[in-house]
């Protein structure tokens, strides 16, 4: 592979992590809940090669416990 298609794979993989971190915020702003700390991992990043990776942060108790009140309401088949 060449530095031209390993420069826009890398980028590609950015922008995949961009976008699920995104997703993620979406999907728990829906439920009220925000993790202050999700992002891509800077480290990750670097390089010629990235491999990005989504950081999930860390988070309180309280929000810790309401999401997994969601994900059991979810698993349960319950919306709400």
């Not at 728990?28 to 891509?40: D, H, N, Q, V, W």
Request: net charge negative; aromatic share 2%; with cysteine.
């Amino acid at each position: 592979m060449e530095a031209m298609e390993r420069r826009r794979a890398a980028a590609d993989r950015v922008r995949m992590a961009e976008d699920a971190v995104e997703r993620l915020k979406e999907g728990l702003a829906e439920f009220g809940m925000k993790l202050p700390s999700l992002r891509i991992d800077p480290v990750s990043c670097a390089g010629d090669e990235p491999a990005p990776l989504v950081d999930l942060g860390r988070c309180n108790i309280d929000t810790a416990l309401r999401l997994c009140e969601v994900l059991a309401e979810k698993e349960s088949g319950h919306d709400g």
